[in-house]
């Protein structure tokens, strides 16, 4: 007789667990009913006085209206853990483990984490993500967390169609990691801190030819160049913590001996132009690939991935300016917030990668001319995409063109990428594995990721009786230059997940290796209150 030998616990307290063995065969014959028995057994068993919802011990939250049994339930043997819910969202670590699979339609989708903690929410957004038409491979990074009806941290690849949506407002934000001619013997922070000013403001010089060197156009925005704008952007001058991988570190030409500068900015108000002037006509839909209305979102978002490296090369201009050692060498600049078109393998799963995979039920150095060059070609898009069907955990070979589609996820097929951690955490210069490619969408995490939303962050210091003078440094002894107060408790260090296990999820995962890691010395957000 088929059954199915299942754990059950509760949810935020998982040792409130019981082993039960389920007799499918009756329940078989009355899908409606499977949902009914299942959470009223865990209302008697784990003694909860209601349960509301139910998750899978990744985060996947079943659909309990549906009146069918899970398929990964109903294999025989299967030994399935089940967290019940009074109502409250998914309180565990999302794994890497298999997710509950629906049948027929051929989208992939997968959470490259393990030990990092991934919200409930989180999870049902990136599913959500999945029932898009056109949508083929959606994967969520270890820094995972919910956004305005979309996940952050998450990379989206489409065929056909693309949607603008999904990398929001903030066109082309990225890292900018530089090397500084200030030694780290010399560094002394207070004084380095005291000279920083005005980076909350646009450069009032001539923008022209910051923007030629970029190769973007002028703008009604061009004001705000050079500024790093609010929420999470920073510059952070670092020195090295720990070289992990020797050969690449000298290989890259870096030293111990040099202080470095890292610059989180994006297209400031020139992103939110764009994304606003698509919302208005055309909403949270898709745009086919051919159409007039995608040429020319297209025309924008380049332009704004361009202004956001000139915006990010500005700031560390007047950065270095204001240190008076105003020579930098541009190392990386990488942007975590585009779509683009990229050549896809078909095999899409590899058998011996342990990701998180379910189908839906949808229809479906910046400063040198030859590697900005580079960088260009390798993030813009053009405007037709193949039209090659892909199915989820096939063996077949062949390639076909998505659109790639990176919300708070760094590109993995551009070389080496810093990870920074929030506020007073390290942060970490890592390689991606080739090999790695498809599994994690080409892309890896972009930083350590919310753990609160800025609402909770902002509330929780507040009712703390929290002041502002407390976060000026933090536990590694660096400064932050941030005179908003609802900025400095938003983006307190709590607010945000442990940057170590977002790395080491990456690393067990097989998707990148630690070249080396970084200390921060200096934060600087704005001298404006």
């Not at 970029?214 to 999470?232: P, R, V, W």
């Not at 132009?273 to 159409?291: A, R, V, Y």
């Not at 995608?294 to 950065?319: C, G, L, M, P, S």
């Not at 630690?514 to 010395?521: E, G, T, Y």
């Amino acid at each position: 007789m088929p059954s199915a030998n299942l754990e059950i616990c509760c949810n935020g307290n998982f040792k409130n667990s019981r082993a039960i063995v389920f007799d499918l065969a009756s329940e078989t014959h009355q899908p409606d009913k499977f949902w009914k028995t299942m959470m009223s057994t865990a209302k008697n068993k784990l003694k909860m006085k209601k349960v509301t919802r139910v998750f899978s011990i990744t985060g996947y939250e079943y659909d309990t209206t549906n009146k069918q049994i899970p398929p990964d339930i109903l294999a025989n043997d299967a030994k399935i853990k089940l967290v019940f819910s009074a109502g409250e969202d998914f309180t565990g670590k999302v794994t890497a483990t298999e997710q509950p699979k629906a049948t027929g339609t051929g989208v992939s989708v997968r959470v490259l984490a393990k030990d990092s903690l991934v919200e409930g929410e989180a999870i049902k957004q990136l599913h959500q993500v999945g029932t898009l038409p056109g949508v083929k491979i959606v994967v969520g990074m270890p820094d995972l967390h919910p956004g305005r009806g979309f996940p952050i941290g998450a990379a989206v690849a489409s065929e056909g169609q693309f949607y603008p949506h999904l990398v929001g407002n903030d066109v082309g934000c990225g890292m900018l990691l530089a090397e500084t001619e200030l030694k780290q013997k010399k560094a002394n922070v207070d004084k380095m801190a005291s000279k920083l000013h005005d980076l909350e403001f646009g450069f009032e010089g001539d923008t022209e030819p910051f923007l030629k060197q970029f190769g973007a156009k002028a703008t009604e925005c061009d004001k705000q160049l050079g500024s790093i704008g609010g929420g999470n952007h920073f510059a952070e001058l670092q020195e090295v913590h720990e070289v992990i991988d020797r050969e690449t570190f000298d290989s890259m030409k870096l030293s111990e001996e040099k202080l470095y500068l890292l610059v989180h900015s994006g297209s400031r108000g020139l992103g939110a132009q764009i994304f606003d002037s698509h919302m208005s006509k055309n909403g949270p839909t898709s745009l086919l690939d051919t159409s007039e209305d995608a040429k020319v979102y297209f025309e924008k978002h380049d332009n704004a991935v361009q202004w956001a490296r000139a915006n990010r090369f500005v700031i560390a201009t007047r950065f270095c300016a204001q240190l008076s050692a105003p020579d930098f060498r541009p190392i990386l600049d990488i942007c975590h917030n585009s779509v683009l078109k990229k050549p896809w393998s078909l095999d899409t799963q590899p058998k011996d990668t342990p990701t998180s995979t379910t189908t839906t039920t949808s229809t479906q150095s910046a400063s040198q001319p030859d590697e900005q060059d580079k960088s260009k070609d390798e993030q813009e898009p053009s405007s037709t995409a193949d039209s090659t069907d892909i199915a989820t955990a096939t063996s077949e070979v062949g390639c076909c063109n998505y659109w790639l589609h990176r919300k708070g996820a760094a590109p993995a097929d551009c070389g080496v990428v810093v990870i920074p951690g929030s506020r007073g955490h390290h942060s970490y210069l890592v390689k991606p594995v080739e090999s790695a490619g498809e599994k994690c969408g080409y892309s890896v995490a972009h930083g350590a990721g919310r753990r609160w939303a800025r609402g909770h962050a902002l509330q929780h210091a507040e009712g703390k009786g929290h002041q502002k003078s407390q976060y000026t440094t933090t536990k590694l002894g660096s400064k932050v230059i941030c005179e908003d107060k609802t900025i400095m408790f938003e983006e307190a260090p709590d607010a945000y997940k442990d940057i170590d296990e977002i790395v080491t999820d990456l690393v067990e995962n097989g998707i990148v290796s630690v070249v080396a890691i970084f200390k921060p010395l200096v934060t600087y957000k704005t001298r404006s209150g």
